[in-house]
């Protein structure tokens, strides 16, 4: 196998892989529906451990679904754009399940982007 087919097939088994999680799909489709969020509001709406929930959006960062950008000492998560069609069907479809999400538990005046 040629080393870009080896790339390309890692990185489809990647992205794959992390969408073979319930709380990742429900993360995503979370992001997906609020925008811009930082780990604090994520883990008080999910109601997750810090490094259980940092685990997650590492694995969804890594797999090309989520970025990040810096603000000071917070960092605000949201949908990779542009993103590649492969990724954006897959969300689309995650946009579709009749998942139940938790309500988004903001910090008041913690990391909310002015």
Known sequence: MKRE???????????AGALYDET????LKFIDRHGPLCICDL?????MLQSRLS??????????????RKEGRWAYYSIRTPIDRFRLQA????????IELPE????????EIE
Request: hydrophobic share 40%.
């Open 5 to 15: 087919e080896l790339e390309a097939l890692e990185d489809f088994l990647r992205t």
């Open 24 to 27: 990742r799909v429900k993360l």
């Open 43 to 47: 883990q008080n709406s999910f109601d």
């Open 55 to 68: 685990r997650h959006i590492k694995i969804l960062k890594e797999s090309g679904f989520l970025t990040v």
């Open 91 to 98: 969300i689309e479809e995650i946009r579709t399940l009749p």
């Open 104 to 111: 988004l538990k903001r910090l008041s005046g913690s990391c």
